[in-house]
């Protein structure tokens, strides 16, 4: 792929939307500046005192830096969206290291399509390679291949998910009681909403290897993933959360944590 010039990058209509915690936002100060516009939201907790202008120099030099008294990335991603002043926003946490080249691949697919929400792949940072499996060619986003989805290999048309009414459910995502599941969650709610999105053979960024969704022994991971299929299919989510669990039978801690994720979801 050719690379893509810094004026072709400035045209694309994206904002990264970076999502950090209040301890961690001196990580972003070593990211270089990225060659579109940028949203740094920084999470301090409930008890926070933080203020934009606390934040690195290095930071408020490339970014609009904003701070919630709260956490749950799923509140730092719905505010990155507000901020936003371009139609299209990918989101970055700040140990990713985004790829343009299929950024802007994406989005001019996106825009020929009109796409809602595009969906690539990780590279693993230690070994080179997709961090999972993914399709070799363009498919369509359903509700059944979209759950092993993570934020930083999305993009979105905010104005549509806007009309739609579509935002990240608060409930779920890392800091929140619920810890996993957001990702997948508002994309199954674009769809619904008469959005459509793509999954697509382009690598978004490069990510350290471990992440929230490879930890099995957690028993809040095991309430999680059982709330989202309850949030995701409702009454049904039953035999979908048996399926589920035989088919991750290998990965279950124990037989106690798997029928817990089948038989009792917590109540949202």
């Not at 701070?67 to 730092?76: D, E, I, W, Y």
């Not at 505010?79 to 802007?104: C, K, N, P, S």
């Not at 709330?227 to 979908?240: E, M, S, T």
């Amino acid at each position: 792929m050719t690379p893509t010039s810094s004026a072709a990058l400035q045209d694309l209509d994206v904002t990264v939307g970076f999502s950090t915690l209040a301890d961690r936002v001196d990580r972003l100060a070593a990211l270089p500046a990225p060659p579109v516009p940028a949203v740094v939201v920084i999470q301090d907790g409930d008890e926070g005192t933080m203020a934009p202008a606390d934040a690195p120099a290095g930071v408020r030099a490339w970014a609009e830096v904003d701070v919630l008294h709260s956490l749950g990335v799923a509140k730092s991603r719905n505010r990155a969206m507000d901020l936003a002043g371009t139609r299209y926003v990918l989101f970055g946490d700040d140990d990713v290291e985004v790829q343009w080249d299929e950024i802007a691949a994406a989005v001019a697919r996106m825009r020929e399509r009109g796409l809602a929400v595009a969906l690539g792949y990780g590279v693993d940072a230690a070994t080179g390679t997709s961090r999972k499996r993914h399709p070799a060619d363009y498919r369509p986003l359903s509700v059944w291949n979209s759950a092993r989805a993570a934020t930083y290999e999305m993009v979105v048309d905010v104005e549509q998910l806007r009309a739609a009414g579509v935002r990240f459910d608060e409930r779920f995502g890392a800091g929140a009681d619920l810890p996993l599941g957001d990702e997948y969650i508002v994309i199954v709610d674009a769809l619904r909403a008469g959005l459509t999105g793509e999954s697509m053979p382009l690598a978004f960024g490069v990510h350290p290897h471990v992440s929230s969704g490879s930890n099995w022994s957690d028993e809040r991971h095991t309430r999680s993933r059982s709330a989202v299929f309850a949030r995701v299919f409702g009454a049904g989510g039953y035999p979908v959360r048996a399926a589920f669990a035989l088919r991750h039978a290998r990965d279950w801690p124990s037989v106690g944590a798997a029928w817990r994720f089948v038989a009792r979801p917590p109540r949202l």
